[in-house]
């Protein structure tokens, strides 16, 4: 079967009718690929696992909530949506409200996101806006706006989105025959995520599709660290401008999440970020936005901290552990192109590159 969208796919967990009209760009069903080399390389009891998100159509986990927060709005009558982005958000709402024909206006921070988002919300159409300012700002913006305007807000604030978002959840217990993992680990920005994947894991639960409930660990990194903190961040400081969020609107959920499920919100520092980003591209061939590595950067500190040394597998055996690479590495090129080793520039000839690759003696001067 072709790849539905995730409305079609959990139409029966989620808010639609039969007479809804669904706007989808066939997004979900992502794969769950087992990383062997990172397990290895971290730890021999983990079992990781790696939600690659970055292959949903617009190249981040938003377009699971968009699908629904747009279609939502159409059928509510909405003729424009808006919201606050650092960046992935507004590209997947631009690009499923291009698809339903309606106005998008996003509100971004002025030279703080990744250049191939801001190509996405600006070639579908959307009116982007900058601010001097940051997101906080921008989301406070659009929240006053939409109350006082027939706009609909499509932050995470939306409940739509939530509903869209938890699909994941499902996915990850379908793709285990009905097990959830022992651990789950995510990057948290404005919490919107987490809220989701631990909405998903306890209605799947619930309705007895699940045998289990993870545990969720949820990462900020340390220059925008509101929830670890305890306090709100005024001005955000990170490298993975993604999560660049200094006072999540979804603070409460995410604490519940945490506290529900027995797990942690902790910090990693920009280094222990560009390290997981170098180290997932090379070690298991997948790119990741550094945001999105996060999650790798807070398994192996809990690793390093003796985190997992007492836990117990539920189904016996290796710990579970799947983390969410929430966004694709080519949304932010600059990033890449900065940490990694640069390219040569040699003369177009053989022998010039059999010496480069080191399968040419160089003749020795003089000789
Ligand atoms: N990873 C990526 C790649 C993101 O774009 C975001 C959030 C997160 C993680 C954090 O998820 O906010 O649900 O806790 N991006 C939002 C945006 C804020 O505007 O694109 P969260």
């Known amino acids: 079967m072709s790849k539905q969208g995730v409305i079609e796919r959990y139409r029966r967990h989620l808010p639609v009718t039969d007479r809804t009209r669904v706007i989808t760009l066939n997004e979900g069903s992502t794969p769950l690929i087992h990383a062997h080399n990172l397990s290895e390389a971290i730890h021999s009891r983990l079992e990781i696992w790696l939600k ?41 709402a631009a690009a499923y409200a291009a698809r339903a024909r ?24 959307a009116r982007v806006i900058q601010i001097r300012g940051n997101f906080d700002d921008a989301l406070t913006l659009v929240r006053s706006i939409t109350a006082k305007h027939p706009i609909q807000l499509v932050n995470s604030l939306n409940p739509y989105r939530i509903e869209g978002q938890k699909t994941a959840a499902f996915e990850i217990v379908d793709d285990f025959d009905g097990y959830a993992p022992d651990f789950h680990v995510l990057p948290v920005g404005n919490a919107g995520n987490i809220t989701a994947y631990w ?45 660049r969020i200094g006072n999540p609107a979804s603070w409460k959920t995410a604490v519940a999440a945490r506290d529900e499920s027995g797990g ?100 020795a001067a003089g000789a």
């Open 52 to 92: 690659y998100e970055g292959l949903n159509p617009t190249g981040s986990f938003k377009d699971r909530g968009m699908t629904m927060a747009i279609t939502k709005a159409v059928e509510d009558g909405f003729e424009g949506v808006m919201c606050a982005s650092t960046g992935n958000t507004s590209a997947s």
């Open 102 to 125: 309606i106005k998008c206006i996003v509100i971004i921070p002025e030279g703080k996101i990744a250049l191939g988002k801001l190509s996405q919300a600006m070639i579908h159409g």
């Open 199 to 243: 909405k998903g894991y306890k209605e799947y639960k619930t309705a007895g599709k699940a045998k289990n409930l993870p545990q969720m660990l949820g990462f900020q990194a340390a220059g925008a660290a509101p929830i670890v903190l305890g306090h709100p961040v005024p001005n955000p400081k990170t490298f993975a401008t993604a999560i």
């Open 264 to 363: 942690v919100i902790g910090m990693v520092t920009d280094q222990e970020i560009k390290q997981a980003y170098k180290m997932i591209a090379s070690v298991e061939g997948i790119f990741a936005e550094p945001a999105s590595c996060a999650s790798i950067a807070g398994l192996i500190k809990l690793v390093k901290n003796g985190y997992f040394e007492k836990a117990k597998a539920v189904q016996g055996g290796r710990l579970r552990v799947v983390c969410v690479l929430t966004g694709h590495g080519l949304k932010d090129p600059d990033r890449a192109i900065k940490v990694a080793e640069e390219p040569v520039t040699i003369q177009a000839e053989e022998e010039a590159v059999l010496e480069e690759i080191g399968l040419l003696e160089p003749v």
